[in-house]
């Protein structure tokens, strides 16, 4: 595939280096910020043509710039993997703008296949031990100090999923607050040191005992390769007409 990058910081060149090894071609990298990028912004890159060339766009910026960089390249109807988190308030505007011009994006969390599975293996075991009012669950997530959002997304996805399981929690808190959970509440907490990837852990607790699940991510190779796999495998599922253009997609939808 000719893959064009928007965001050239660290998960940008790892994303560039990752879709190089597995035999793709980058036709662009945007970034207003990185002093190496080709283009400073996605507009520019429009002006000078560059998308006509490409295949797929693979976006990992920033909150603060995600919103803008979907307007502005979903209406290219070029097939569009995003990674950057802290944008789900706006994913009904953007669900609308696809479905007006016939973009397609699959959007995760985190494209990691091995949170993808702890994904699943958090939902059955929300399935199974929400049957039972002893247990209370909740979600601890610790990352790099450079990471701008918190709670990760990745967090606020498994407590997606607990919720859904259809036990007693019933709505996320997260953040410092000054008085103890009600029983519906499910907590989020979240640190930041150092050079963490990243580690999500779900704690189920009772009286009698206790059960954690954790994933540890090693390095950030796996989200990359996760991110330029999601891309290959939306643009073949439109091909074959397996998913259908307008749409905002996960990684569910691609496995």
């Known amino acids: 595939m000719h893959i064009v990058i928007a965001g050239y910081g660290k998960m940008g060149h790892l994303i560039e280096k990752t879709a190089v090894q597995m035999g793709h071609t980058i036709v662009c990298t945007i970034d ?3 002093a190496d990028a080709r283009v400073p912004g996605a507009d520019e890159a429009i002006r000078q043509g560059i998308f006509a060339a490409a295949d797929g766009i693979i976006e990992f910026s ?3 710039a995600v919103v803008e960089n979907i307007r502005a390249l979903l209406p290219l109807g070029i097939p569009m993997v995003v990674g950057t988190t802290g944008w789900k308030e ?3 505007e953007i669900a609308s703008l696809a479905a007006r011009c016939g973009g397609t ?3 995760s969390a985190n494209f990691s296949l091995g949170v993808n599975l702890f994904y699943r293996i958090v939902e059955e075991a929300a399935r199974l031990i929400g049957r039972f009012s002893e ?3 909740a979600v601890w997530e610790n990352h790099h100090n450079q990471k701008a959002d918190s709670p990760s997304g990745t ?3 498994i407590a997606e999923r607990i919720i859904a399981a259809g036990g007693a929690k019933k709505r996320v808190v ?3 607050f000054p008085e103890k959970p009600e029983p519906e509440a499910l907590q989020i907490a979240s640190t930041r040191v150092g050079h963490v990837p990243g580690t999500h852990s779900v704690f189920f607790d ?3 005992d206790t059960i954690e699940l954790t994933h540890t991510a090693r390095n950030r190779e796996g989200f990359a390769l996760g991110a330029v796999h999601a891309l290959a495998l939306l643009a073949a599922a439109l091909f074959e007409g397996r998913l259908v253009r307008g749409r905002l997609y996960g990684m569910d939808d691609l496995f």
Do not use: Q, W
């Open 32 to 34: 207003p910020v990185a």
């Open 174 to 176: 997260s953040g410092n």
């Open 206 to 208: 009772s009286p009698a």
């Open 155 to 157: 967090a606020a996805a």
């Open 62 to 64: 920033h909150p603060s």
């Open 90 to 92: 706006r994913e009904g």
């Open 135 to 137: 247990y209370d669950a």
């Open 105 to 107: 994006l699959v959007r």
